[in-house]
């Protein structure tokens, strides 16, 4: 393991670096929202650069929040003594969108030459109190990501997962990537940008949609001639972004869209919540 100061413009002037020696090299950012800067497999960035880019985690929810509300059927203390609605900060109008971690520093728990463990409890505006823990662990032909949501008091609704900006081409000379998944079935999306409840055949693309993938999430990029990526998580959804020129995303998460409302997960003090997804690569 390495630490590193950057200066290239990265998010965040901290950085851990994990390295599977002639393999893979990741960076990560613990104190810019504990965000994935840059993941080289076999010498190839497949991760675009920049602020707001490389990888981000999703949490306590993911996508949109309609109108940046959920409710909460859960009496206590951080429901005002009891069930209520709750109005997050408006940050993709008029809806809440991607939850409040990727804006927080977080604390390093562990780290060695192939992992790290980091944390960051849940703060206002979020108003209930927890924890969401993320681990990275990197290996020859694989990186293991994992995150968990806790409550440190009353039950509430809550989602996680990632969001990443892959590369739509690798290099000046590479061919762009192509998006193989087999969805039993598309969320229907609204003019809001939001499901409507409907569950339909997947359509052909390009999309900003979230599948439904109940076996788990199962999607492999394909860069020809370059590198293969499969992206696996015991998730039941995904959503697919293809529509920017220069990147595509394919984001693991523990429910849809404004999933808070409609589908919520409560996580109680017996039951957290935890979401993993595995990156494999053939190695070079």
Same mark, same amino acid.
């Given at each position: ?94 809806? !809440?969108?991607?939850?409040? +971690?990727? &804006?927080? =520093?977080?604390?390093?728990?562990? $780290?060695?030459?192939? *992992? ?118 015991? !998730?039941?959804?995904?959503? +697919?972004? &293809?529509? =920017?020129?220069?990147?595509?995303? $394919?984001?693991?998460? *523990? ?30």
């Amino acid at each position: 393991m390495s630490t590193q100061q950057t200066t290239d413009g990265a998010p965040g002037a901290h950085a851990v670096r994990l390295v599977a020696p002639g393999c893979a090299e990741l960076t990560i950012h613990p104190d810019a929202g504990c965000r994935i800067s840059s993941l080289i497999i076999n010498d190839l960035e497949v991760l675009r650069p920049g602020d707001g880019y490389g990888v981000f985690p999703m949490a306590p929810w993911c996508g949109r929040i309609e109108l940046g509300q959920f409710r909460s059927f859960v009496a206590g203390p951080a429901a005002g003594g009891g069930a209520g609605r709750h109005q997050m900060p408006i940050n993709a109008a008029p809806h !809440a969108i991607h939850g409040t +971690v990727r &804006d927080q =520093p977080w604390r390093t728990a562990a $780290v060695d030459e192939r *992992s790290a463990t980091f944390y960051c409890d849940l703060a206002d505006p979020w108003p209930y109190p927890g924890r969401v823990t993320q681990s990275f662990e990197l290996s020859d032909d694989a990186l293991k990501l994992t995150m968990g949501v806790e409550t440190r008091g009353d039950s509430f609704p809550a989602q996680a997962g990632w969001h990443p900006w892959f590369l739509r081409e690798l290099g000046p000379t590479g061919a762009p990537v192509q998006i193989a998944f087999d969805p039993q079935w598309q969320e229907e999306r609204g003019a809001d940008h939001l499901p409507t409840g409907r569950r339909i055949d997947p359509l052909p693309g390009p999309w900003d949609d979230c599948f439904g993938m109940p076996d788990g999430v199962d999607v492999t990029l394909t860069w020809p001639t370059q590198l293969q990526l499969r992206i696996t998580s015991g !998730a039941e959804w995904v959503v +697919v972004y &293809d529509e =920017p020129a220069d990147a595509v995303c $394919v984001e693991p998460q *523990s429910g849809p869209p404004n999933g808070l409302n409609t589908v919520p997960r409560l996580v109680t003090p017996i039951d957290p919540l935890e979401v993993s997804t595995t990156w494999s690569w053939p190695r070079g």
